[in-house]
């Protein structure tokens, strides 16, 4: 076997050499017309002068097989490895500076999930995920990594339930080189109007029927969707001093849920609750599959100039009032290429084209929510404009809820990044929104019919 395995290195040495010559800007055919003299002489070696060269060609072939061994491991090596766990799915991601090969399979009994990646070993960066599965990840238990074979690193994911795995590619794309994705999708999706359903006894009786000791029942609560911007692979923003617009909206979006919760006719549901990415598109459908009352989406916004700052409110239009509205959207559109979406399963929905405003009532819901949480929030903050900006805002399509884009403040700025830290003031911003949906409620009551409407 060793002598074929050599006869195969020594056969193949002067192709690898141009492949060599190639990789490192040159070609073969460039290579080829350097070596043709000595065919056209009919020169062969005899003797010592033939062993020499049958040593010269075997420490060439070697020398390049080594070499391009090397090349293929830098391509393939893993240089950042990430999971990110979340009820609606998980998210694994490799980065590479080269894309990466890569097998997916599923194993049974038990369930198993078996991701093979080309590289030359199981490294450090891959083998640490071992240890970043978390207790309460609703679908891995358990990963392991191994050297499968050479040049194949091995992932194993036991399961704790079924799942629909994604797996996808993408390129370079800001401070990412390329990553290869494998999102672990629950076969069944929650039910989000099941889980509107499981409260704690908010709901009354009808407004017809008094609840005992005479005051009136709820008949429906308000619902209004609270969506934090950006998350997981997607940062957002971020501050000069490392503080990150992702974590920020966050925190701002809990607060606001909780106050909202706290309202006796009011019910706030989080697009995500955890640091994971959800998809603009997923965003706009979560509203509308619990058939929402209102879709307020938090923010911090940023600049290359480090003394913009105060709040801004936008609704969606086509034509954008500013330059910087239109620029702060096409930033803000972009979070899918960096979060990470899987272009190939696309919901047709984001596909569509922005729909005509003008021909719905939709748009002037928008104006007037703005409006009151825009001169809420003039109360404890500095405005950037005394107005309500407009910008195609892709996370603003939903076009029969009303929706509102909050910039709380330009965490670009070094005063107001401190201030979007501290927990008091982003207690501030949450109650003036909150002040700002209780004044829109106040002249434009919910409409008698939603998700948790009472089926008399």
């Not at 078996?114 to 995920?129: H, K, R």
């Not at 309500?388 to 805002?393: S, T």
């Not at 892709?394 to 070094?414: G, H, M, Q, R, W």
Request: aromatic letters at 6%.
């Amino acid at each position: 076997m060793a002598g074929i395995w050599l006869s195969g290195i020594l056969q193949s040495g002067f192709g690898l050499r141009g492949r060599v010559a190639g990789a490192r800007g040159g070609s073969p055919a460039a290579a080829g017309p350097r070596s043709a003299p000595c065919a056209r002489r009919a020169w062969a070696p005899r003797g010592a002068d033939r062993a020499h060269a049958l040593r010269r060609g075997l420490a060439g072939a070697f020398a390049a097989a080594l070499f391009l061994g090397c090349v293929a491991a830098a391509h393939a090596q893993v240089y950042a490895a990430r999971i990110w766990p979340a009820h609606d799915y998980t998210r694994v991601t490799f980065e590479s500076k080269h894309a990466l090969n890569y097998t997916l399979f599923t194993l049974e009994d038990p369930q198993r999930l078996v991701l093979d990646i080309q590289s030359a070993q199981a490294d450090g960066v891959v083998t640490a995920l071992q240890d970043k599965v978390a207790d309460d990840d609703p679908y891995v238990s358990k990963l392991r990594v191994a050297t499968n074979r050479p040049g194949v690193t091995r992932i194993v994911l036991d399961l704790k339930t079924n799942v629909r795995p994604q797996v996808f590619a993408l390129k370079p794309v800001a401070d990412y080189g390329h990553r290869l994705v494998l999102d672990l999708y629950p076969l069944v999706a929650p039910d989000p109007v099941a889980a509107l359903l499981e409260l704690d006894g908010k709901i009354g009786s009808a407004p017809d029927k008094p609840a005992e000791g005479g005051a009136p029942g709820i008949a429906r609560l308000a619902t209004i969707v609270v969506d934090p911007g950006h998350g997981g692979e997607d940062p957002g923003a971020h501050g000069r001093r490392g503080t990150l617009e992702k974590d920020v909206t966050l925190m701002i979006g809990r607060r606001l849920k909780a106050l909202i919760d706290a309202e006796p006719g009011m019910r706030a549901v989080l697009t995500r609750d955890g640091d994971y990415y959800v998809p603009l598109g997923m965003r706009v459908q979560k509203a509308r599959n619990v058939n929402a009352d209102l879709f307020i989406s938090i923010h911090a916004d940023a600049f290359n100039r480090p003394h913009a700052r105060g709040s801004s409110v936008f609704t969606l239009s086509q034509r954008p009032t500013s330059a910087a509205a239109a620029w702060l959207a096409k930033q803000e559109n972009e979070s899918d290429l960096v979060g990470g979406v899987n272009l190939d399963t696309r919901d047709p929905y984001l596909k569509q084209v922005l729909v005509d405003l003008q021909q719905t009532a939709t748009y002037d819901h928008n104006r007037k929510l703005a409006g009151a949480v825009l001169d809420e929030l003039g109360k404890i903050n500095t405005l950037h404009k005394g107005r309500v900006e407009r910008a195609a805002f892709a996370v603003l399509k939903a076009p029969d809820v009303p929706s509102i884009l909050v910039e709380t403040a330009f965490i670009s700025n070094p005063q107001e990044e401190l201030r979007l830290r501290d927990d008091a003031y982003q207690d501030k911003i949450a109650r003036a929104i909150l002040a700002g949906i209780k004044r829109y409620f106040g002249a434009h009551p919910p409409r008698p019919q939603g998700p948790l409407a009472h089926a008399n």
